[in-house]
């Protein structure tokens, strides 16, 4: 048995210590959310956070993950209302859609750590989620308006 604390709750899961974080939450635990791409780490379709910090899910085995607290997608704001989903919403940053989890998990680190990211903070944090519509003008102009939305609800 692995125990996983994901979106806050306690998971205990019947699962192989190398089985990789990503096929653990989607095919275990039924969040979804988190896509497979590449399943090297190259692309970020399966990023998740691990304490905060945006990690590739699909190369991380199970077992390095059972002291953090693990967030999807799904665990990122209740309804759907953090600052970078409301501006990901406001723009229409998504084409075909995706990428999105990842590129949302990305830039919600991102603004953790940098409440004003200028656009070459934007593109060095960025820089290993793979969008193939191209909507990294948008992804950059809601990156911006998110960090605006944050310092407003404070």
């Given at each position: 048995m692995i125990t996983l604390t994901i979106n806050g709750k306690k998971r205990e899961l019947n699962i192989e210590p190398d089985m990789p974080l990503l096929w653990a939450l989607r095919d275990v635990v039924n969040l979804t959310g988190s896509k497979y791409g590449c399943g090297k780490g190259l692309c970020g379709a399966c990023t998740v956070h691990i304490d905060g910090q945006p990690v590739r899910s699909c190369v991380t085995p199970v077992s390095s993950v059972t002291n953090y607290a693990i967030t999807t997608i799904e665990g990122l704001s209740e309804n759907?209302?953090?600052?970078?989903?409301?501006?990901?919403?406001?723009l229409n940053v998504p084409q075909c859609g995706y990428c999105q989890s990842g590129q949302i998990m990305s830039a919600s680190a991102l603004l953790s750590n940098n409440t004003a990211p200028t656009d070459e903070d934007i593109d060095m944090a960025m820089s290993g989620n793979i969008c193939r519509c191209g909507t990294y003008p948008r992804i950059k102009a809601a990156i911006h308006q998110a960090a605006q939305l944050a310092k407003e609800i404070k």
């Open positions: 759907g209302d953090h600052p970078v989903q409301q501006a990901w919403k406001e």
